[in-house]
């Protein structure tokens, strides 16, 4: 019996059968799953939401292309990068965002890279440099790192955060269709709307802002940096965020498995996973040039795919269009930067704490033994370096190149000593299965 056989569900539906006005709805509710956590990830970091969304829809229409039109996912805001936007641009600052954004492109090399391994040497064979030992607390690790933000946010008002963490906590655990898929968009609104009617918020800009707009700032830009860039600040964005994308390559395979797990396709074998890692990868690199978020496959639209059983492809690309005329609006991008510094604050303590604990997830539900002594020197020299370091006095190690200075943090220390220990120490036994029905990673989303 086939993987399709097996897994199928009994009514799945195609837009050419349900016709033009289901589809565009259907459309639109992929994009509003999606919207909540992509748009936070620009509040977050300082980038722009409305460079955001536009990137959101064009890359999950380049990944489209790429993948041959099989693959039903959309792309959104990786949360996975955050501690790589802190790292260099600690308070969003506009200065220095462009050398983030130019660090997670040079990232994104490392899809194109194992894409090209994919295909030169099959799967097995080059996961096993990447097993759940060295991924797992690699994204323990990111999240640790980011709690401190997420408590200074909630600090500005508690009352405003703990809402937001209220309403994400019953949605996800009690609700049901759409309500339990979208909990991070319902905790921003009801918190946002709380706070606004409490006056908390100054919606000055949102007046301020026109209606239609280019979406795309060039001063925002890695471009912008062209002939006025700090050569030593550029090594260092490279060095710094480069190694996240081993974390969120895995995520990407886990998130592939998980839908294909879903629609009853193996899309691992067929467009194969060297395609739809060349997609994630270019559609990360192109956005983050033009100074938008590093985009990753989402959870929230395999959700949906769940609730619907519409598997078509086609409604996704419907929904990235969407995403892309509302990244014309400049007063929605107002409306959405306003937001509370504790409505943030709550959201992020919760999607902190989620990424961290999916990096647990992903060690259990592996079965890594601990009992054998390089997995525990592994996983102990990875938190330690990359936790350790980040909050030290320097929160660095810098070291001098000639005239340049780079600046190696605690994150990409521990994952390359991960994985240069995984790669040495004997006793490997991690045996990537491209059939098997769970994903071998996580999603970063709630």
């Known amino acids: ?63 489209h292309f790429l993948s041959k039109g099989k693959v039903p996912a959309f792309l959104g805001s990786s949360f996975a990068f955050l501690a790589g936007y802190a790292a260099i641009a600690p308070a969003g600052e506009a200065d220095l965002l462009p050398y983030a954004c130019f660090g997670v492109a040079c990232s994104a090399l490392l899809y194109v890279i194992l894409a090209g391994l994919f295909k030169a040497f099959g799967t097995s064979k080059v996961m096993k440099y990447f097993p759940p030992i060295v991924t797992g607390p690699i994204i323990i690790a990111i999240g640790l790192n980011l709690s401190v933000s997420a408590i200074s946010n909630c600090a500005s008002n508690w009352w405003i955060a703990l809402l937001a963490i209220v309403v994400i906590i019953v949605c996800n655990i009690w609700g049901k269709g759409m309500i339990k898929i979208i909990p991070i968009i319902l905790g921003v609104i009801v918190s946002y709307a709380v706070a606004a009617i409490a006056g908390l918020v100054d919606f000055t800009p949102v007046k301020e802002a026109a209606w239609i707009g280019v979406p795309i700032q060039w001063n925002r830009t890695v471009f912008s940096l062209v002939g006025n860039a700090d050569t030593s600040l550029l090594i260092t964005a490279a060095i710094t965020i480069t190694p996240i994308a081993l974390a969120t390559m895995v995520e990407h395979i886990g998130d592939i498995s998980a839908i294909s797990s879903t629609v009853g396709v193996n899309y691992i074998k067929d467009p194969g996973l060297h395609r739809t890692l060349l997609g994630d990868g270019l559609a990360t690199m192109v956005a983050s040039l033009f100074g938008a978020p590093a985009n990753t496959t989402y959870g929230e639209n395999t959700g949906v795919l769940t609730l619907t059983r519409v598997f078509d492809p086609l409604v996704i690309r419907l929904a990235a269009i969407f995403a892309i005329a509302f990244s014309f609006c400049p007063k929605l991008s107002a409306l959405i930067s306003c937001m509370p510094a504790a409505t943030m604050g709550g959201v992020s303590l919760v999607l902190y704490g989620m990424i961290s604990a999916v990096g647990v997830r992903n060690v259990v539900e592996n079965k890594v033994d601990f009992s054998k002594s390089r997995n525990t020197i592994i996983g102990a020299l990875i938190l330690v370096l990359s936790i350790g370091i980040n909050y030290s006095e320097a929160g660095a190690i810098a070291f001098s190149v000639g005239e340049i200075t780079i600046s190696l943090s605690g994150l990409a220390i521990g994952s390359l000593v991960g994985i240069l220990l995984n790669a040495v120490l004997p006793g490997k036994d991690y045996d990537y299965q491209e059939d098997k029905a769970e994903p071998t990673g996580v999603n970063f989303e709630v």
Do not use: R, Y
């Open 1 to 63: 019996m086939s993987t399709k056989e097996k897994n199928a569900p009994d009514a799945v539906f195609d837009a050419k059968s349900l016709g033009t006005p289901k589809v565009i709805v259907l459309g639109l509710q992929h994009m509003f799953a999606m919207f909540g956590a992509t748009v936070l990830v620009p509040v977050i970091t300082g980038l722009d939401v409305s460079t955001t969304l536009l990137f959101a829809g064009l890359g999950t229409l380049l990944f």
